[in-house]
């Protein structure tokens, strides 16, 4: 069963204080892993998306690095429009799975100015 | 998202009465999934479709049934609402131009049962 953990919980920085937040993964063989962003009463949006390990993507202050085990999504001198739940779900590379996603629990990210 | 979206946006309903939720995109995408979003649960699957008239269960399937009749729409019903089905509710799509494996979601359904 594929499990994606997410850490931590909740995470609290002052406006530019750099940080990163950790995602482990237990999958059976990685199609891809991809980072969403979810502010409160909305949809999750989409963020990068990772594939192999040593690989990484950036977009503004994150920049989002893949390894075999985890990935971590760095934020870097992080802004208060930065806050949001920030999830983390991963693809199975077998046969028949339709693309689907198993989601961590996300890591609550507040920046206070 | 403007390409998907969801209704009813909130509903309250109470315990056995059915319900219907629609989402309904305008892109012309294959894959469409339901997700059930809940505090401490993180997003979980409930169904999903790869086509018209295809459908298979996800994770928490049990007390939904879904339907696929035309490609811009996929109903996600609960049969008789029980409490534990309080939840909000999100779809997306799969495919988008420009991406593979990405989904994006719609807006979401808020839904309570009393």
């Known amino acids: 069963e594929d499990q994606v953990t997410q850490s931590p919980e909740a995470l609290r920085l002052q406006e530019g204080e750099s940080s990163s937040l950790n995602c482990s993964y237990t999958v059976s063989g990685l199609r891809g892993l991809f980072w969403y962003r979810q502010d409160p009463g909305k949809g999750p949006e989409f963020l990068f998306t990772l594939y192999s390990a040593g690989e990484e993507k950036e977009k503004e202050r994150l920049k989002a690095t893949l390894t075999k085990k985890e990935s971590f999504l760095h934020i870097t001198a992080p802004k208060p429009e930065d806050s949001a739940t920030y999830l983390c779900?991963?693809?199975?590379?077998?046969?028949?799975?339709?693309?689907?996603?198993?989601f961590g629990k996300g890591t609550l990210l507040t920046v206070n100015p | 998202d403007a390409g998907i979206t969801q209704s009813p946006r909130h509903k309250v309903t109470e315990t056995g009465t059915p319900v219907t939720l629609r989402c309904h995109q305008t892109e012309n995408h294959r894959y469409m999934y339901w997700y059930r979003q809940d505090p401490g649960h993180g997003l979980r699957l409930i169904h999903y479709s790869y086509g018209v008239k295809d459908t298979d269960k996800g994770e928490v399937s049990d007390g939904y049934s879904v339907s696929r009749s035309k490609t811009e729409d996929f109903l996600l019903t609960l049969e008789s609402a029980t409490s534990s089905q309080t939840s909000v509710y999100f779809c997306a799509i799969r495919g988008r131009k420009g991406s593979y494996n990405e989904q994006f979601f719609g807006p979401g359904t808020r839904l309570t049962v009393l």
């Open positions: 779900a991963v693809q199975a590379d077998v046969g028949g799975s339709n693309y689907k996603l198993t």
